[in-house]
C-alpha cells in the first residue's frame, strides 16, 4: 500500500516541492493552504503529472480546521503516514522595542503554535497506528538570533524545543518527530521579506560560504530523507541546511 503525505503549506515554494518530491517517490499526497484554491491548483498539476495528489483547506490557526483535515485524507486513503508542518508567515520586521504585540502573536499563533496543532492531531492519528513521522518546519534562525526578527527567531527555537520534547515523549510508539532548519531558501517567503529585492537576496547569498540560496528541492530532499526509512534511527534532531553558515 502507498504512503501517503500530509504537506501542511504545500501550496507553493517548499511545502510545494515537497510534495512533488514525495509523490515522486510513490507517496500519495494531501496539499493544504487556507487559500483552498491555490491547494487546487497545486494538487491539479501534480494530477496532471500522473501523481495522486488532494486539495485541502486548513489554517493552522485552528485545531479544528487541521482535524478536518487530517480525517479527510484519513477518510481517502486510510492512514497518515508522513507529515510536514511548513506552514509560517515572515513577520514584519523592526526592532524588537517597537514590535507590536498584534505582530508578535500572530508570529506566534501561526509558526509556534501552528506547528503544535498540527502534531495535536498528526500524532493522535500516528498513535492508533503505531508509527510514522513528522518533520517541522523551524528555520535556521531556530537555532541562532537575526535582528530585526525577533519574533520569528523566537517562534522558530520554540519549535526545535517543542520538536525535541515531543520526539522524546513518543517514541517507544514507533513515531518520529525531527526540524529542518534551513537558511536563506530562494522561495516566496524571502521575496516577501526582502520587499522583491534581488540585491537584497544576492547579500543573502555572499554571505554564504557556499555563495548562494538554498532552493526548495533542497530542503525537499532533506523532509522526504527525514520520514524515510533510511532514517529510522534519527529522532529529535534538527537537520541543519544553510551551506556552511553565514
Known amino acids: 500500500m502507498s504512503n501517503t503525505a500530509l504537506i501542511i503549506g504545500g501550496s507553493s515554494g517548499i511545502g510545494y516541492a515537497t510534495a512533488l ?56 486513503w486510510g492512514k497518515l503516514d508522513f507529515a510536514f508542518n511548513n506552514a509560517g508567515w515572515e513577520g514584519e520586521p523592526g526592532p524588537i522595542d517597537e514590535l507590536s504585540e498584534i505582530s508578535w502573536t500572530k508570529m506566534i499563533d501561526i509558526k509556534l503554535s501552528g506547528v503544535w496543532r498540527g502534531m495535536k492531531v498528526q500524532l493522535k492519528q500516528m498513535k492508533i497506528q503505531g508509527y510514522g513521522s513528522v518533520v517541522n518546519m523551524a528555520g535556521s534562525w531556530g537555532l541562532e538570533g537575526f535582528p530585526n526578527f525577533a519574533s520569528y527567531c523566537a517562534a522558530a527555537h520554540g519549535i526545535v524545543g517543542l520538536s525535541r520534547a515531543a520526539a522524546k515523549e513518543i517514541a517507544s510508539l514507533g513515531i518520529r518527530i525531527n526540524c529542518v532548519c534551513p537558511g536563506a531558501v530562494e522561495a516566496p517567503m524571502l521575496d516577501r521579506m526582502v520587499g522583491g529585492d534581488q540585491s537584497m537576496k544576492d547579500s543573502f547569498a555572499n554571505q554564504l560560504a557556499v555563495k548562494r540560496l538554498c532552493s526548495p528541492e533542497e530542503v525537499a530532499e532533506a523532509v522526504t530523507w527525514l520520514c524515510s526509512d533510511s532514517a529510522s534511527y534519527i529522532n529529535g534532531t534538527t537537520l541543519t541546511l544553510d551551506g556552511s553558515g553565514y
Not at 55 to 65: E, I, N, T
Open 21 to 76: 518530491r514525495f509523490a515522486k517517490g510513490g507517496t500519495k499526497v494531501a496539499i493544504t493552504s487556507r487559500n483552498l484554491e491555490k491547494a487546487e491548483v497545486a494538487s491539479a498539476t501534480l494530477s496532471k503529472l500522473g501523481y495522486e495528489a488532494m486539495p485541502l483547506k486548513v489554517d493552522v490557526c485552528s485545531s479544528d480546521s487541521i482535524s478536518l483535515g487530517v480525517d479527510s485524507l484519513v477518510k481517502r
